[in-house]
């Protein structure tokens, strides 16, 4: 019997290792290069995180078709490994140490301000190349060389306000109302500040535990300042549309803005189409798609069957991190992000580039033209593209 | 904080209340009669919503023959329940918490490769918006006010009225006696968990058409009702009305006047002083 039990322990054993060291063996032998992606792939941010995966995918897919990366004459082959993080903070520390221990990812690409923001210390621990999609507070910084952060952030995006100011005078009283996490604190912290100088007047700043669904109690306690605008700058998909339709049943009848990223259809069957008409957003656009954006969504859409506008956008760290590994011609992150700093590459909307040197004090902050929508007839339509303000 | 704004958070706090009473009634009712604490009250809440989502916003079927679907197909799910979980290991209280909290892990689980990741939403059933006080309360809210007499009234009646109803207070005031006296405890616990699974769906599928669906959906109304039965009285049913309305009222009035924060952590402050003076809830008794 003990021997039965010995020898099973060591085919266990056996097991075990073949399952540990298997794919990393065959990956250095195939010229595999892998990159992670921790995002919210389930839960209330999902609506982020799948388009996130799906876009890294097409990306590289494409990339893989031709042949992959030549780096000093050899092909490598282009991997997403990706885990699901449900926008859960200990669940996103558990994927970042996953891929950087168990899966040995040099580079990744993380969704959330909260999850980016937890795992700041390990990525730069392990020299680990990083390309969030983000909105957090210091995550752009001298302390964090490794860390290009590759979406328009709040630092950015408020320049649309400069837009409403010139074309909607009428607008004068903002409330906010934001996820009670790194994520809304910065968020709102920046846009209050920026549209404070602009002149506007901030009436109700307010906070809520992301899964929260009833929305009426903070909804009165805002709407008794009688703002001219609501933000919703920064919440998912999900919330923001309870928020909207909670907010015109108490009777708002201004109009919303999220100058963050969401995708309007998912917010419009929540809402009702008639109830985010007018809203601003900034990263979602269904009309008009330039030509490379039709293209974009041909392809997407022959990949996953449905069509993600939030794919567009989401898209920049896949793109970015291609073009500067061809330019570093090295798979050492280090010099990977040289590269990034030092070039201009496509994205789906033109040229772009790493910068904000002047903000932030390090040129790690993705800059290009940023695409602005109003919802009209339930359809994001174009409106304008801003150049942040900083280079 | 003007008057105006009292009163229609008020209003906001009994609506807000109508629906706590519902997500209670279900663990209250599973924990008087049988002293479980039903930890798939929130998973079962979650199904309740999914099969108004299919039923009504997929294949049509008439939203009031959707709601009792959901109500007989997860009072199903509950009889199940019992029979293969609760019964087998002999109703043991430690023992049916740990199981009940495996099946709900597993049915968030596997909650997301069923539904799909993505939000979904319900289409309005109950159309228009009324004025109540100077406050806009939509019809589909309102609507949730009459659901909860019905059902309150209706369990209240079934408990305290019928043959059955009295077989389950014997069990609760003595299980062995009850059996000796003829009383069928198996059958009387598996009705219980049915009924239990039947009111947390049936509030469920009250909320679809009002809030978003996603397979953790369940978890904040879970809090909330165990937060109500403490208040109110573990298994008391006039204590779930109570604690439902005094909750609901915290959480609107504190939220509207210092923020959603204060709320939450007020709601808790109350329920800690009222257990330091009346351990037992307002309404509850010794176990």
């Known amino acids: ?158 320049t649309f306000w400069k837009w409403v100011k010139e074309h909607h005078p009428e607008i004068k009283r903002l409330a906010t109302i934001s996820p009670n996490d790194d994520t809304g604190w910065w968020s709102i912290k920046v846009e209050t500040q920026y549209t404070e100088k602009l002149g506007y007047e901030t009436v109700a700043k307010e906070f809520f535990e992301r899964g929260l669904t009833d929305f009426n109690p903070i909804l009165l306690r805002m709407l008794a300042q009688n703002p001219d605008i609501i933000s919703v700058n920064a919440a998912p998909a999900g919330s923001v549309g309870l928020i909207i339709k909670q907010a015109r049943e108490l009777g708002f009848k201004g109009r919303f803005i999220h100058i963050g990223q969401v995708d309007t259809s998912v917010v419009s069957g929540i809402a009702g189409k008639q109830n985010i008409e007018g809203m601003w957003v900034h990263g979602y656009v269904e009309t008009p798609l330039p030509e490379a954006l039709k293209s974009w969504k ?87 593209q801003l150049q942040p303000p900083h280079n | 904080m003007t008057l105006a704004l009292l009163i229609q958070s008020m209003v906001i706090g009994l609506s807000l209340g109508s629906i706590y009473i519902l997500m209670a009634l279900g663990l209250t009712l599973m924990f008087g009669m049988m002293h479980i604490i039903n930890f798939t009250h929130g998973a079962v809440y979650m199904l309740g919503a999914f099969v108004i989502y299919y039923f009504f916003g997929q294949w049509g079927v008439p939203y009031v023959l959707a709601f009792f679907l959901a109500m007989i197909l997860l009072g199903a799910f509950g009889f199940v329940i019992e029979r293969c979980i609760y019964r087998p290991i002999k109703g043991g209280i430690e023992p049916t918490l740990v199981a009940l909290i495996a099946v709900t892990t597993f049915v968030q689980a596997i909650g997301y490769p069923v539904f799909g990741t993505l939000d979904k939403h319900v289409p309005t059933v109950f159309h228009g918006m009324y004025s109540i006080l100077g406050v806009g309360i939509s019809a589909e809210r309102l609507m949730i006010i009459p659901v909860a007499i019905v059902l309150v009234l209706g369990l209240y009646l079934f408990i305290n009225k019928t043959k059955m109803g009295a077989a389950m207070r014997a069990i609760e005031q003595d299980k062995e006696a009850a059996a000796l006296q003829g009383v069928n405890v198996n059958v009387v616990n598996a009705l219980a968990f049915g009924v239990g699974f039947a ?89």
């Not at chain 1, 097991?15 to 992606?37: C, M």
């Not at chain 1, 000093?72 to 558990?94: C, F, P, R, S, T």
């Not at chain 1, 621990?125 to 990083?130: H, K, P, S, V």
């Not at chain 2, 915290?250 to 009346?278: C, H, Q, R, W």
């Open chain 2, 199 to 287: 009111l947390a769906a049936a509030s469920g599928a009250l909320m679809a058409p009002i809030f978003k669906l996603d397979p953790m959906m369940g978890e904040q109304p879970l809090l909330k009702a165990f937060i109500i039965i403490i208040l109110g009285g573990l298994g008391s049913i006039p204590g779930a009305i109570l604690g439902g309305l005094i909750l609901g009222q915290i959480d609107s009035i504190v939220a509207t006047l210092l923020g959603l924060e204060p709320a939450f952590l007020l709601s808790f402050v109350f329920i800690i002083l009222l257990l330091l003076f009346k351990p037992t809830g307002l309404f509850g008794h010794e176990v």
């Open chain 1, 298 to 384: 041909e392809r997407y859409t022959k990949k996953y069957g449905e069509w993600n506008a939030t794919s567009i956008d989401f898209a920049n760290p896949a793109f970015a991190f291609v073009a500067a590994v061809k330019k570093a011609q090295s798979l050492e992150p280090k010099k990977i992000a040289q590269a990034l700093q030092t070039m201009e590459f496509d994205n789906l909307w033109g040229k772009a580039h790493f910068g904000g040197k002047d903000y932030y004090g390090i040129s790690n902050q993705i800059i290009y033209a940023m695409p602005f929508s109003e919802v009209k007839d339930g359809v994001a339509t174009m409106i304008v």
């Open chain 1, 1 to 158: 019997m003990q021997r039965v039990i010995s020898l099973l322990s060591l085919m266990l054993c056996a097991a075990v290792a073949i399952t540990a060291s298997g794919p990393g063996q065959v990956n250095a032998a195939d010229n595999v290069i892998k990159f992670g992606v921790s995002t919210p792939l389930s839960g209330p941010a999902a609506a982020w995180g799948i388009p996130h995966k799906q876009a890294t995918e097409l990306v590289f897919d494409e990339v893989n078709s031709q042949g992959g990366i030549e780096i000093g004459g050899k092909k490598y082959k282009l991997e997403v490994v990706a885990y699901d993080h449900k926008y859960v903070i200990a669940e996103g520390v558990a994927t970042v140490n996953r891929l950087i221990s168990k899966d040995e990812v040099k580079y990744l690409s993380i969704l959330g301000g909260a999850v980016a923001k937890a795992n700041e210390e390990a990525v730069n621990e392990a020299g680990a190349l990083t390309l969030p999609l983000a909105y957090a507070e210091g995550l752009v910084s001298p302390k964090n060389p490794l860390i290009f952060h590759s979406f328009p952030a709040p630092p950015e995006t408020t």
